[in-house]
């Protein structure tokens, strides 16, 4: 089956990066656009970007431009995200998601990984 | 950016009851909305995609209407797994928004 697999939960310290995996399974790879969202504790949505994973290239939400990478690695079916800086407002749940349909970038997120927890502490 | 502002931000339903969420984009985005479902713990789950379409799967029970600023998730004969946050999302412009979240509660 389709499925997202992300890597588990990490402990950072402000001001260190921290990278997320999405690993992909049970279709073609480069064939369906990937994005991440944020959610901090007890919080909402955030949409952070995608990352099409047949050329690589990626669209930043501008409030994490400068701060975030996505990249993938097309021979073990993963994606990457990762956040430099962090403070405290950075501890939140980060998902990978895919897009409903291959072809063109859209916002219709499935399915998701299930989600992996960074927390900033010092 | 577009900001996406949904209503009620929480209600208290019963099993069987009919339940409406809104969702209103602050500038015209076509259909280009979703509306995703959430449970504690969980990653959200897609139920309508294009304003008005069902993904593969929901249960009928889920509807969703709307075009240009409001948007309208109707949920009818609430069951006990739709007790849940719901979220909008447009997808129109960058960078993509959701809406805040209404938590439908047992009454």
């Known amino acids: 089956q389709v499925q997202l697999v992300q890597s588990g939960a990490e402990v950072q310290k402000p001001g260190a990066s921290v990278k997320v995996s999405c690993k992909a399974s049970?279709?073609?790879?480069?064939?369906?656009?990937v994005h991440w969202v944020r959610q901090a504790p007890g919080q909402g949505l955030e949409w952070m970007g995608w990352?099409?994973?047949?050329?690589?290239?990626?669209y930043y939400a501008q409030k994490f431009q400068g701060r975030v990478t996505m990249t993938r690695d097309t021979s073990v079916s993963i994606v990457y995200m990762e956040l430099s800086r962090l403070t405290s407002d950075d501890t939140a749940v980060f998902y990978c998601a895919r897009d409903l349909l291959m072809g063109d970038v859209q916002g219709w997120f499935d399915p998701w990984g299930q989600g992996t927890l960074v927390t900033v502490s010092s | 950016a577009i900001q996406m502002t949904q209503s009620p931000s929480s209600l208290s339903a019963s099993v069987g009851d009919r339940v409406t969420i809104t969702c209103r984009a602050s500038q015209g985005i076509r259909n280009d909305l979703g509306w995703y479902q959430q449970t504690p713990g969980k990653p959200p789950k897609l139920l309508i995609f294009g304003a008005s379409k069902l993904e593969s799967g929901v249960p009928s029970r889920f509807s969703g209407s709307g075009s240009g600023t409001d948007f309208t998730l109707t949920i009818s004969n609430l069951q006990p797994e739709d007790f849940a946050t719901y979220y909008c999302l447009q997808d129109y412009s960058y960078p993509y928004a959701f809406g805040q979240g209404t938590k439908v509660e047992i009454k």
């Open positions: 049970g279709y073609k790879f480069i064939d369906y656009y």
């Open positions: 990352i099409n994973p047949k050329t690589g290239d990626t």
